[in-house]
Nanobody, 122 residues
């Protein structure tokens, strides 16, 4: 069974930084894309950033220049460096992976972590 486990959330003042991590574990044949999404209270979940295994990245316009996504493919881990945080970045941040489990039909599946809270407040 595949699991995604996030860590690194917390409370930070405006202008501060955090680093989120998400490790994929279990029987995984291949990972294609990993990414971060977030959901603020009363709002829909939105894309923050994604990265493919060859290093191609996408970012939401609202975080460009402030957040950086990276991976350690050997560790099946994706990171999100959050800099210059603003109160509007407050949300639950979810890790996502587009992958093929080792045991199954061979089809690609979408997996989610449990979420980690990021709160930006003075």
């Amino acid at each position: 069974q595949v699991q995604l486990v996030e860590s690194g959330g917390g409370l930070v003042q405006p202008g501060g930084s955090l680093r989120l991590s998400c490790a994929a574990s279990g029987s995984i044949f291949a990972i294609y894309t990993m990414g971060w999404y977030r959901q603020a209270p009363g709002k829909q979940r939105e894309l923050v950033a994604t990265i493919t295994t060859d290093g191609s990245t996408t970012y939401a316009d609202s975080v460009k220049g402030r957040f950086t996504i990276s991976t350690d493919n050997a560790k099946k881990t994706v990171y999100l460096q959050l800099n210059s945080l603003k109160p509007e970045d407050t949300a639950v941040y979810y890790c996502n992976a587009d992958l093929v489990p080792r045991w199954g039909s061979g089809a690609r599946e979408d997996h989610w972590g449990q979420g980690t809270q990021v709160t930006v407040s003075s």
